[in-house]
């Protein structure tokens, strides 16, 4: 929808450009304050994912001590393995749309890597658990 630059009254004559450019001016600054909202939004939830991750690398590390402890490991493994990954749709629209810093890219390229890399410590897992069960 078009508004026009001038509009004619019968009494007065009325310049709509500034208020068109005022509303244009606005829009942006409020699109700015919700793509703002968006990637804090997006960067917490990765910071959720990475420390969600490191847990999991830590369950990983620790040997367990007893039967039932070697039962939820396991448990817990089977679980962790199956974990989407969160926040992509966030990403993917960032993607388009944000202008993300270095330290923004930085946490998205661990959050994108840290399935791959948490595979070694999964398979490490595996070998303690299958350890202590045929010990």
Same mark, same amino acid.
């Given at each position: 929808?078009?508004?026009?630059?001038?509009?004619?009254?019968?009494? #007065?004559?009325?310049?709509?450009?500034?208020?068109?450019?005022?509303? %244009?001016?606005?829009?942006?600054?409020?699109?700015?304050?919700?793509?703002?909202?968006?990637?804090?939004?997006?960067?917490?939830?990765?910071? $959720?994912? *990475?420390?969600?991750? =490191?847990? #999991?690398? $830590?369950? *990983?590390?620790?040997?367990?001590?007893? %039967? =039932?402890?070697? #039962?939820?490991?396991?448990?817990?493994?089977?679980?962790?393995? *199956?974990?989407?990954?969160?926040?992509? =749709?966030?990403?993917?629209?960032?993607?388009?749309?944000?202008?993300?810093?270095?330290?923004? #890219?930085?946490?998205?390229?661990?959050?994108?890597?840290?399935?791959?890399?948490?595979?070694? =410590?999964?398979?490490?897992?595996?070998?303690?658990?299958?350890?202590?069960?045929?010990?």
């Amino acid at each position: 929808m078009l508004l026009p630059n001038v509009e004619y009254f019968d009494l #007065i004559r009325l310049d709509c450009e500034d208020v068109k450019v005022g509303l %244009s001016r606005e829009c942006k600054r409020l699109a700015n304050i919700l793509l703002d909202r968006v990637a804090s939004d997006h960067r917490t939830c990765s910071k $959720e994912i *990475c420390a969600a991750f =490191e847990e #999991i690398r $830590e369950r *990983c590390r620790k040997e367990p001590t007893s %039967s =039932e402890e070697l #039962i939820e490991m396991i448990r817990y493994m089977e679980e962790a393995r *199956c974990q989407g990954m969160l926040c992509r =749709e966030y990403l993917k629209y960032l993607l388009d749309v944000y202008q993300f810093s270095p330290e923004d #890219i930085r946490l998205n390229s661990e959050v994108l890597t840290w399935r791959k890399r948490i595979y070694p =410590e999964f398979d490490a897992n595996d070998k303690v658990s299958i350890k202590l069960i045929y010990a």
